[in-house]
Every structure is written in structure tokens, then in C-alpha cells.
């Protein structure tokens, strides 16, 4: 429920607030974040990907879809 709340709990236009604010800024893809609340886009938590399991999980999602 952690992850499917904002999508079942908030409206469309709430769960998507910070995603929009942040497309509308230049600097938006140098850093992943993460929102703990939709529509407070200034709480936001940096989060740093460790490129191995990432990569793990990118190459067995294209072997499952084929891609």
C-alpha cells in the first residue's frame, strides 16, 4: 500500500504535482528524488543508485520482454 497509496488515495492531478514541478525545472534529471508527500515538492530526498543491481535488473527485465 507504501507504494500504491498516493495513486489510490490522492487525485490524479495530487499524485502528479511533483513530477510535473520537476519536469518544469532545467535541472530535473541530474539527480533522482524521492517525495515522501505528493504536492510538497521542496521535501525532497536524494536517492544515490548503485549501478550494479541496476544494471541487474535492467538486463532481466529486457530478457523477460525480449527487448
Do not use: C
Not at 513530477?19 to 521535501?43: I, L, M, N
Amino acid at each position: 500500500m507504501t507504494v500504491l497509496g498516493p495513486l489510490v488515495l490522492d487525485s490524479v492531478e495530487t499524485s502528479a504535482r511533483n513530477v510535473v514541478e520537476a519536469v518544469r525545472h532545467d535541472d530535473w534529471h541530474s539527480t533522482p528524488v524521492y517525495w515522501g508527500k505528493p504536492g510538497r515538492f521542496d521535501q525532497r530526498t536524494s536517492i544515490a543508485l548503485d549501478a550494479t543491481p541496476t544494471q541487474h535488473l535492467m538486463n532481466a527485465s529486457r530478457k523477460l520482454t525480449g527487448a
